[in-house]
């Protein structure tokens, strides 16, 4: 064991899990460099972070010209102009209908908290329904709203009053739309009544739950039963914003609109911001002083954002993501293995899920992990059996790296699955 690793089981608590044994010394791009000597491609991307990259030049240009501004004041003491500008350019962009307003946060937890705070004040009602498999964060209220008990619940004492899971559809576990939609309404006669329910949170593409895409008819359903009972109907678009799906936002996919979406990630290309754009008439609710923080929409993650904004447009980074997903798509479903059960893929939200004696194997997924990143390739696993690996690489990979990881692929895959 190295010397650093020691000082980190000295230093930090368990509860703080880590992959890696060894600790990263540098990042370009899509590559990192371990004080191993080893050298990685990355697709992980600080955990769909990084779309635009680890150290995009021009995002590192846009930050330190603001440093030599200002770091920090406040937003709700002194307010500044990226914090305006930037809050206009997700309402133009945001897959909303009608007048939108943008606040921001810090971390995707705060952003999906703050959307209930918004849908309580709008309804005056405390439940929400969220569904099984999600993942909305790890503050009190957002992990109440993960739909996944190990390793963000269990011993931690975690119950809130008021939130209930539907079952989220999943052709492969044989959760149809139908199924889905009729776990809301048993919520509803079982549990609370629709009038109390302020909020549902979904994503339309499930991330930790295994890269799962919401089906048309399921977010139709959704929107349905939302303007039926007055609900607000939130999108977590936390993990799935800015390109990824191959769309500015997955509900783009959609012929309904939220009334809200969450946000963070790769927002900031690598600097910690959230936030949430929502109908105007549903985010003015909260009065003044209900929402912020001390580095809400801090100057230096807004001007970044600025800036992933733009690099999205001009390097062409939708197509770009559709693609490499399609490429990888291709590749994955022509591996021919009997143990991948099936391959899911919106944009470059791309995943595989394994099976052995027609049940979920995490064993295999794990074994795919622990190889490709012998062989220099990072991977992260999800799914709610942990049989999943999900592909979260930045979208301005070089094709040549691109192709190189595809190839440590087929050799990893090929040996786990013996």
Same mark, same amino acid.
């Given at each position: ?29 899509? *590559?990192?460099?371990? *004080? ?383």
């Amino acid at each position: 064991m190295s010397d650093l690793m020691k000082r980190r089981e000295e230093a930090t608590p368990k509860g703080i899990g880590v992959l890696c044994d060894w600790f990263v010394e540098k990042a370009e791009n899509a *590559t990192l460099w371990g *004080t191993n000597g080893k050298e990685y491609i990355d697709f992980a991307a600080g955990i769909a972070v990084l779309n635009v990259g680890h150290r995009h030049p021009r995002i590192i240009e846009a930050v330190k010209k603001q440093l030599d501004y200002f770091t920090h004041t406040a937003y709700q003491v002194t307010p500044y102009e990226s914090y305006i500008e930037l809050a206009e350019k997700i309402n133009e962009l945001a897959p909303i209908s009608g007048k939108k307003k943008t606040c921001f946060f810090t971390t995707g937890g705060e952003a999906t908290e703050n959307a209930i705070k918004v849908a309580k004040a709008k309804t005056k009602r405390y439940g929400i329904i969220a569904f099984g498999g999600s993942f909305h964060g790890r503050t009190a209220a957002a992990v109440g709203m993960t739909g996944k008990v190990v390793p963000y619940k269990a011993e931690l004492g975690i119950g809130m009053v008021g939130i209930y899971h539907g079952v989220y559809p999943n052709k492969l576990h044989n959760i149809s739309v139908e199924d889905a939609l009729k776990s809301l309404d048993h919520i509803c006669k079982s549990s609370i009544s629709p009038y109390d329910v302020a909020a549902i949170i979904f994503e339309p593409v499930q991330g930790e739950g295994g890269f799962n895409p919401a089906p048309k008819e399921f977010v139709e359903g959704l929107r349905a039963f939302a303007d039926k009972y007055g609900i607000v109907l939130i999108a977590d678009e936390v993990q799935t914003g800015f390109s990824r799906t191959g769309k500015l936002f997955a509900m783009e996919y959609h012929s309904v609109s939220p009334d809200i979406i969450c946000m963070a990630k790769s927002l900031g290309g690598g600097f910690p911001i959230s936030g949430i754009v929502g109908k105007a008439e549903i985010m003015d609710c909260v009065s003044a002083g209900g929402m912020g923080g001390t580095y809400a929409g801090s100057p230096l993650a807004t001007a970044a954002g600025l800036e992933v904004l733009k690099i999205i447009k001009e390097e062409n980074l939708l197509d770009r993501s559709n693609k490499l997903g399609e490429q990888l798509k291709n590749f994955l479903q022509g591996l021919g293995h009997k143990e991948i059960a099936e391959v899911r893929a919106v944009g470059s939200m791309v995943a595989v899920e394994f099976f052995k004696n027609n049940e979920p194997s995490s064993d295999i997924a794990k074994k795919v992990q622990t190889l490709a990143m012998s062989k220099g390739l990072l991977l992260l696993t999800c799914g709610s059996y942990g049989n999943v690996i999900r592909f979260l690489y930045p979208l301005t990979i070089p094709q040549e790296q691109f192709d190189k990881a595809l190839n440590i692929l087929k050799e990893v895959i090929a040996e786990a699955v013996k």
